[in-house]
């Protein structure tokens, strides 16, 4: 009788590990998110912000030279503030594009800028707003500021804290982006 050779299991045939088909990942790593420099997701939404406060700058500069005295201190102000949105605004829009580090300064520096020229329009205007209201008098009045004057006086000068408060929210959060951000720290850098 023959002598029998204990059988072999047989396997599949094991991947070469240095094929390109096959990677062996250790269990105990992490994935992690690799941010591709570019004007994209909150950056992009940040730079729209921008751009919309210019635009605003800018309709709001109408509204000064339609109803507002410029003699005062309050219209230079007004005027100084809005001309300062705009040209700061659009220098950050353009140093963004351009993926300039400066552009990251510059947007916290318009982040501020934006949020006082938006406040002192709106601390500014609803006022004369509401006199208007309770006048009748034939011009233009925001919402709401008629039932304002006419329920509680006190309330305007509320609404006005309230709006100084929601624009200066409005400027940390951009503040704390563009300091903060990895996407702005990756894209940012020229």
């Known amino acids: 009788m023959p002598k029998q050779e204990p059988q072999q299991p047989q396997y599949a045939s094991q991947p070469d590990p240095n094929s390109y088909q096959y ?22 939404y940040f730079v729209l912000l921008i751009g919309s406060n210019a635009l605003g700058a800018l309709v ?3 509204a000064y030279a339609m109803g507002i005295e410029f003699m005062s201190v309050v219209g230079i102000l007004l005027l100084v503030s809005a001309l300062a949105s705009i040209g700061v605004s659009i220098t950050t829009i353009v140093l963004i594009s351009l993926r ?12 501020v800028v934006n949020s006082l020229n938006g406040a002192l329009f709106w601390i500014s205007i609803i006022p004369k707003s509401a006199e208007a209201a309770v006048n009748n008098l034939n011009s233009t009045t925001y919402a709401g500021t008629e039932y304002l004057a006419v329920s509680n006086p006190d309330s305007i000068l509320i609404t006005q804290i309230s709006i100084g408060i929601s624009y200066a929210v409005v ?4 503040i704390l982006y563009f300091a903060l951000s990895k996407r702005v720290k990756v894209t940012l850098v020229e």
């Not at 990677?23 to 950056?43: M, Y």
């Open 100 to 111: 300039k580090s400066a552009g990251r300064v510059l947007a916290m520096v318009a982040a």
């Open 171 to 174: 400027a940390l959060i951009s």
């Open 60 to 62: 709001s500069l109408v």
């Open 23 to 44: 990677v062996q990942v250790p269990q105990n790593t992490v994935a992690v998110q690799v941010i591709q420099p570019g004007i994209s997701g909150w950056l992009m």
